[in-house]
């Protein structure tokens, strides 16, 4: 009887070295220096970004082959195939010519749209004003969700515990029973420049970078930590957009159905048919929008001067509880304050801009700004408001 249980233990010690392996997809380095470009195209798929230990750009893509057979291996190898060239100081870095995209339009959409969902029904609870701390751990949740399923239960049904568990239950089955894990990691070295087109991927800037930055990303998430460069611009399309710091450059949105910024510092945004909710507004920021859903909840000490410029919009404002002026010009805008307690339609039949508020500073005190909104056809919701102060 002896034989037969080992020749079992050998299979399952056999089968666990065939279901789990990590196989190495592609390993390369390349040598770079301040005039280094990489050109980075990601047709579908996530990637995460570290800092380079070296002056040399690293990409590293492996996979982890859980519950997979090993002949089901080389039709997963052969799908995530990519290339790295380098010509003089321009790397380039994208998905082999052979290997076709496994998404295509109509799939991006189907996948993303879930992610709308999740955060539209999720802010649905009442508004009051959100700490630079609240915005940190929102994102820190957001990242942690282990799949759609888990998210979905944990927003959609918050107060039907059946509901919740049954499908927290099919979220945590999920997960425990995927095939492979793919662990695509580009280590950036000081300096290079960055210019990223993505479709239906994540891009996840996982440690602070100074480099200069370009990104194009559709049907996505973008995942910051730290970016600072003034020569940064970010474009933006019908994707999810975290970030606990972003300063210098241009941000530019369009239908990003919820931004998430902790700080923001010297950006200039462009944008329309987005929801964009910024923790602490530092210093000389501007906003140019269209139809977008803003929330300003707080403010540095010093942050010098604030622009918006907007058409439509509807901006939830919680005023900054220091020494500051305040200026709003425009026409046909609503002043909702406080929780819908009160409205003031302001300049309704004029098609030329006047003075709709204003709030002169304290001249004894330190100045720590000017706040000014050029703002027509749209509301602001003021909340604990200034101009009542």
């Excluded at 380098?86 to 996948?111: M, R, T």
């Excluded at 799949?147 to 099919?170: F, G, Q, T, V």
């Excluded at 622009?307 to 900054?320: A, G």
Aim: no cysteine; glycine share 4%.
């Amino acid at each position: 009887m002896k034989t037969p249980f080992r020749l079992l233990f050998v299979l399952l010690i056999t089968m666990q070295t065939v279901l789990g392996q990590n196989v190495k997809v592609f390993s390369k380095s390349f040598k770079t220096d301040k005039n280094t470009t990489a050109y980075i195209e990601i047709p579908d798929g996530s990637v995460k970004f570290v800092s380079s230990p070296d002056d040399s750009i690293h990409i590293n893509y492996d996979i982890n082959f859980m519950k997979l057979p090993k002949k089901e291996h080389q039709r997963i190898l052969d799908s995530v195939r990519i290339e790295a060239t380098q010509e003089n100081n321009l790397i380039s870095i994208k998905k082999h010519p052979n290997v076709k995209q496994s998404l295509n339009a109509s799939s991006y959409v189907s996948i993303f749209s879930l992610d709308r969902l999740i955060y539209e029904t999720k802010d649905t609870t009442a508004i009051s004003r959100k700490l630079k701390e609240d915005i940190s751990n929102e994102i820190t949740e957001i990242k942690s969700y282990k799949s759609y399923h888990e998210a979905r239960a944990k927003i959609i049904y918050a107060n039907d515990l059946k509901r919740k568990e049954r499908l927290l239950k099919k979220a945590v089955k999920w997960q425990n029973n995927r095939n492979f894990k793919r662990n695509f990691i580009i280590k950036i070295p000081k300096d290079i420049s960055l210019k990223i087109v993505a479709k239906g991927s994540l891009l996840n800037f996982h440690d602070e970078f100074d480099n200069q930055i370009s990104i194009r990303l559709d049907y996505g998430r973008l995942y910051i930590n730290r970016i600072e460069n003034p020569k940064n611009e970010l474009k933006i399309h019908n994707s999810l957009v975290i970030a606990h710091n972003i300063s210098g450059g241009k941000l530019e949105t369009d239908r990003v159905f919820k931004a998430l910024i902790t700080e923001l510092n010297n950006v200039d945004i462009e944008s329309e048919f987005s929801k964009i909710e910024i923790g602490e507004l530092g210093s000389n920021n501007k906003i140019t929008d269209f139809n977008s859903e803003y929330f300003f909840y707080n403010w540095t000490k010093d942050f010098q001067r604030f622009d918006l410029f907007s058409d439509y919009s509807k901006i939830h404002f919680f005023y900054p509880n220091l020494n500051h002026g305040l200026e709003v010009i425009g026409y046909n805008t609503r002043n909702v304050m406080g929780n819908d307690s009160f409205e003031v339609t302001m300049q309704p039949k004029s098609k030329e801009r006047n003075q709709l508020m204003s709030k002169p500073l304290n001249p004894k005190e330190k100045s720590s700004g000017l706040i000014f909104f050029d703002i027509i056809n749209g509301i602001i919701y003021s909340y604990n408001d200034s101009i009542k102060k």
